[in-house]
């Protein structure tokens, strides 16, 4: 998210009012003037102006957009805590986009020094391949670089101009890279310009540019593929084979059991069904062991797309059908003749084997 915001939204509109990086060092040189006062301003209004509705989306996802609008039209003064808060995290906000920068990556955020233990020789990293750009020279169209001892850099130091985080990546790996590729583009425009191959300055690996040559499969890229494969599979299953209503049966507390007519026994259950389709779904409670019968409590159950629904019922089982004074009883989720899923309760009855 960091770099998404400030390479995708900040730096875009900063390029936009004050221009690439030479025009914001020239601006950033210069007297305060008139120009110099509108374009900071603006660019200030507009940062703080983007923290603050990413604040209040964040607090929408939190508390709700019903509940969010409530709290706009009441008035700042009527949820002065809140509206504070507000502030405070589009204030931090602000100053991280807007100051703190990447910073945030070098110092705060734990990902790169995660990656850092990780790393070995054979990670596919954005690097320099120094192979064939040292010894570094500056270009001259009218030598041969090769016969006069010259790699491909020119020394142009574009790459590190480019750099967000103001490192040079030709020294190697290092904790600040946030991967954003702007080096390899530029120093791609300046292979260009200057007639040599691009690449000087690309994805891979110290062991591909130290051996100069690079293998499509080895055991790690192997057993990766297979992880992953696995993994992949796991989750497409997961969401293939899973039903359409997940239901929970659950005893009404304080209730054990009833007589029900003649030599019959009922106990009272509450069902929760939720729907994970996008339709709604009439569902039938259907016993499937010890026979018995269902009786839904109100209306005919429906459940409609992604919502839960409730609902009481009763199970009367016959005295011939009970063993025990407690059974483990299974119930079908169906709807109309198809069974989504099955789910098991307990029937509490008199100490049958007693009698």
């Not at 990447?102 to 070995?120: F, H, K």
């Not at 891979?204 to 593929?225: C, H, W």
Request: proline residues 3%.
């Amino acid at each position: 998210p960091q770099t998404i915001f400030m390479e995708f939204v900040f730096r875009q509109i900063e390029y936009l009012i004050e221009g690439d990086y030479n025009f914001q060092k020239k601006l950033n040189r210069q007297k305060w003037n008139f120009e110099k006062i509108w374009k900071k301003s603006l660019k200030h209004a507009i940062f703080f102006g983007i923290a603050f509705f990413i604040s209040n989306t964040f607090l929408a996802y939190i508390v709700g957009t019903d509940r969010l609008l409530e709290l706009v039209t009441d008035g700042p003064l009527a949820h002065i805590g809140s509206f504070i808060a507000l502030l405070l995290f589009s204030g931090v906000f602000y100053f991280i986009f807007a100051f703190f920068r990447e910073q945030v990556c070098i110092i705060a955020c734990p990902y790169g020094r995660l990656q850092g233990v990780l790393l070995d020789n054979k990670s596919i990293v954005v690097a320099y391949d120094y192979k064939r750009g040292e010894p570094k020279g500056k270009h001259n169209p009218l030598e041969n670089r090769q016969t006069s001892g010259k790699g491909d850099c020119i020394d142009c130091s574009s790459c590190v101009v480019v750099c967000p985080t103001g490192i040079d990546i030709r020294n190697g790996t290092q904790l600040e890279c946030i991967n954003c590729t702007a080096c390899m583009d530029a120093c791609d425009t300046i292979m260009e310009k200057v007639n040599l191959p691009k690449g000087l300055i690309r994805y891979t690996s110290e062991k591909i540019i130290a051996e100069g040559k690079s293998k499509l499969f080895n055991a790690r890229s192997i057993s990766y593929s297979v992880f992953l494969t696995i993994l992949l599979a796991i989750v497409v299953s997961v969401f293939t084979l899973r039903s359409d209503i997940e239901s929970t049966i659950l005893r009404v507390p304080g209730t054990l059991f009833q007589e029900y007519g003649n030599d019959n026994f009922s106990n009272v259950y509450k069902v929760q069904l939720v729907n994970k389709t996008r339709t709604a779904l009439p569902v039938e409670l259907r016993m499937v062991s010890h026979g018995g019968e269902i009786i839904v409590m109100g209306d005919p159950i429906i459940v409609d797309g992604g919502k839960m629904s409730e609902a009481n019922f009763l199970i009367v089982m016959p005295r011939k059908n009970l063993t025990s004074s407690s059974t483990a009883v299974e119930i079908g989720i169906f709807s109309g003749d198809l069974l989504i899923d099955k789910t098991k309760a307990t029937f509490i009855a008199p100490n049958i084997l007693d009698d």
